[in-house]
């Protein structure tokens, strides 16, 4: 019965729980930062613009998820605050949250002021998910709780992806872009609350000698003409 037990729910201690509370909140957050998306593609029409325009506007927010791996090279070799994950965590999550808030309660709706802001939104969640993986694989690997918090992340993401096309439809049928926006940016605001109670870490040091080793290791990589065959430039 007991192993049956921890099967079924295997965050047994209260560090565990608490870290599988932050995981799901995060990509809950990830996923409910898609909620306006369908209130922007009508409202943006309704103003004229074409679909073309309305395609760019969505390729300028994603541009963000397209860098990733640098997200994690900067945490990894510039610590913050003397922390690498919840100093990073914080400030990006409150990055999220501001700009969702911003434009949800005072900012123009013009077309550059919903793209910038939008933007800089997906920046900071899709940061906090590089940082949040880190976490989860620092913290799940000597708890043996690896694969149990990454079906936490997925099932929590998928719970927000069904809550979008049915709670965005909805606001999109009532033109509510405030709203969209407002409940997009409350789950980063969450975030933030979370990392700062529940996150641990010890402190770190800038690793200079390796952030130049890889600094250099990549220039020669950028300057090998393998390199630019393999990816089908030259």
């Known amino acids: 019965m007991l192993a049956w037990r921890r099967r ?17 909140v995060v990509y809950f957050a990830q996923g409910m930062w898609y909620l306006p998306n369908q209130v922007f593609t009508i409202v943006l029409k309704e103003r004229g613009l074409s679909a073309g325009q309305v395609a760019d506007f969505f390729f300028i927010s994603t541009i963000p998820w397209l860098v990733k791996p640098v997200y994690g090279l900067v945490s990894d070799f510039f ?12 400030l990006t999550s409150a990055l999220a949250a501001a700009a969702g808030l911003a434009l949800a309660l005072g900012v123009p709706h013009t077309y550059a002021w919903l793209a910038g802001l939008f933007t800089v939104m997906g920046l900071g969640l899709a940061f906090t998910d590089v940082l ?16 149990a918090f990454q079906s936490v992340q997925w099932g929590a993401i ?14 999109a049928e009532r033109r509510a872009l405030d709203t969209a926006l407002l409940l997009a940016a409350s789950f980063p605001l969450l975030s933030l609350a979370m990392t700062a109670a529940f996150v641990r870490e ?8 390796v952030v130049r080793e890889t600094l250099s290791s ?3 990589a950028l300057a090998a003409r393998e390199i630019w065959i393999v990816a089908d430039i030259i």
């Open 218 to 220: 990549i220039r020669r």
């Open 79 to 90: 610590p913050l605050w003397g922390r690498k994950r919840k100093s990073y965590l914080l």
């Open 202 to 209: 010890a402190p770190a040091r800038a690793e200079r000698e």
């Open 8 to 24: 079924l729910f295997p965050f047994q201690g209260r560090d565990a729980q608490r870290l599988a509370i932050l995981f799901a």
């Open 132 to 147: 949040v993986d880190a976490v989860m694989v620092e913290s799940g690997k000597p708890l043996g709780l690896t694969g």
């Open 158 to 171: 998928e719970i927000a992806s069904i809550l979008v096309g049915e709670v965005g439809g909805y606001l």
